[in-house]
């Protein structure tokens, strides 16, 4: 039974920084590829960032390149997402996402690569 549990999540105003945790069971994060997705109302869930298991490299959307940060936690089993420089637009419930295969790079970027989910954070971040 895989359980991903998202943490970290609250209200920040603009240019402030926030770190959301994801905490895994039943799967290691080292070893397991995993994303953050987020969704704002009325809108589709998108891509924020993937991390391919073992060493891979962070894929980041190009809306939040050089303000969030993914890592590993491997002696606590999570991934962390930290994020600088917020702003009103990346407010959003924040998704931690598994898969149980070995997803190419080119399809990290699609909700459907992902095999598990996480119940989301909220993250309001106010003008």
């Known amino acids: 039974q895989v359980q991903l549990v998202e943490s970290g999540g609250g209200l920040v105003q603009t240019g402030g920084s926030l770190t959301l945790s994801c905490a895994a069971s039943?799967?290691?994060?080292?070893?397991?590829?995993m994303a953050w997705f987020r969704q704002a109302p009325g809108k589709e869930r998108e891509f924020v960032v993937g991390?391919?298991?073992?060493?891979?490299?962070?894929s980041y959307a190009d809306t939040v390149k050089g303000r969030f940060a993914v890592s590993r936690d491997n002696g606590k089993n999570t991934l962390d997402l930290q994020m600088n420089n917020l702003k009103p637009e990346d407010t959003a419930v924040y998704y931690c996402?598994?898969?149980?295969?070995?997803?190419?790079?080119?399809?990290?970027?699609?909700?459907?690569?992902?095999?598990?989910w996480g119940q989301g954070t909220q993250v309001t971040v106010s003008s």
């Open positions: 039943g799967r290691t994060v080292r070893t397991t590829t």
């Open positions: 996402a598994a898969a149980a295969g070995s997803p190419i790079t080119s399809s990290l970027y699609y909700v459907r690569t992902y095999d598990y």
């Open positions: 991390l391919k298991k073992n060493m891979g490299t962070p």
